[in-house]
């Protein structure tokens, strides 16, 4: 069973940095053709693709965060993390981890991922 775990969201001050951690059990990038990403959904507004990763290493990144949020992952540790810098406000949003064993045809499209977590809360304030 695929279980996906989000953590160190919280509340900073527009700016400001954090990191999120994905951790996953029960899913590997061993699959060869694995993907996993990072959306976000904030109060009204559908969930976005933020960034996503292939286990052959490519990546894609929103426009509206490039430049700004960068994707990592460490296999030994099956953990995928999102490096958030620069924060805004409009970047207030639950942010969810997504996995899925063979990557979409658009990295950042939130219907071709089968596996997700529930989300950790970032607050940016002004």
């Known amino acids: 069973q695929v279980q996906l775990v989000e953590s160190g969201g919280g509340s900073v001050q527009s700016g400001g940095s954090l990191r999120l951690s994905c951790t996953a059990s029960?899913?590997?990038?061993?699959?060869?053709?694995?993907?996993m990403g990072w959306f976000r959904q904030a109060p009204g507004k559908e969930r976005a693709g933020l960034a996503a990763i292939a286990s052959a290493g490519s990546t894609s990144v929103a426009d509206s965060v490039k430049g700004r949020f960068t994707i990592s992952q460490d296999n030994a540790k099956n953990t995928l993390y999102l490096q958030m810098d620069n924060l805004k406000p409009e970047d207030t949003a639950m942010y969810y981890c997504?996995?899925?064993?063979?990557?979409?045809?658009?990295?950042?499209?939130?219907?071709?991922?089968?596996?997700w977590g529930r989300g950790t809360q970032v607050t940016v304030s002004s």
């Open positions: 997504a996995a899925v064993k063979r990557c979409p045809w658009r990295l950042l499209a939130q219907g071709g991922y089968s596996y």
């Open positions: 029960g899913f590997t990038y061993s699959y060869t053709y694995a993907c």
